[in-house]
């Protein structure tokens, strides 16, 4: 199995995950379903976790189909610049439904009940839309590449990969030809993103194991929007080096693993300190132990983003030659 058996498996679960979860998402506010609302923005969330391999997978594909006879490179282009703009938008869908579930995390209220909640909810709504109907088209862009007699609405289907495309080739410009301050600039903040991670999940994970037990858990806990924010901005940074160099990315062993790394430490950080789930901790007062399970989860946070460092440190050594 390669990178290109993988974008098979994967490409699926953004284009079919995003329309059943939009339709989730309706149902919970026409029910007033607060326990299917966070459901749906969780499952926003991981969906956008998810189309970070799916999207980076594509590269491998293409290099494996390109070669075979038939095949229109063209149709291509459409599909990985409709894939641009649907990757694009799922993450805004994702950012804006973490945002949310960082809501429920503090409050046992309906997000209805508040303005920013109401804004919140709104936002996933206007966003999820948009990036169901940019998936749909991506699905289709995809298929045509090696079912030509599915081809249909090639305009519609042309424009959106096109302003995809002029995307793509944007950022390839503005990353490695624009400037030779660019990549440096980007290292910086990337670095920055870690240390907004390290830093606010690795005094809330100590003090979870037990260390610094003066301390009660409930106002460490505000420090985890930082570290979401230091993730997002992983996340953009990550993409713009990886559009900026794909054929080195894709190849790359060390690089694959990273990625692995990083789903099941944002899977981590998701389902643990951004739903109700945390509520259990929340209470914690100074001297008093958490529960085996919570240590567990704060013992796998700080191996799993610690182990992101040390892989991203060792990516130029990665390349398959």
Known sequence: ????????????VPIIGTLMTLGLFLVSLVANRKDLTQASLALFSLIALLAIPTYMSGNAAEDVIKEFPGVSMALIETHQGAAMLAFVFMEITGAISLAGLWQFSRSTKNLRASLPGRLNLSGVLLFAIITAGLMAVTGNTGGEIRHPEIVLGQQATSIVGSVGGEIIASIKHFVIDSSMWVWPVLEDLHFLGLILILGSMGVLNLRILGFLKQLPVAPLHWFIPWGIAGFFINVVTGLLFFLGMPGFYTVNVIFQIKMLTVLLAGGNLLLFNCTSAFRALEHLGPGEDAPPFA???????IFLWIAVIVLGRYIPYGEVT
């Open 1 to 12: 199995m390669n990178l290109a058996h993988a974008h098979i498996l994967l490409n699926h």
């Open 295 to 301: 240590k567990f989860i704060a013992a796998s946070q």
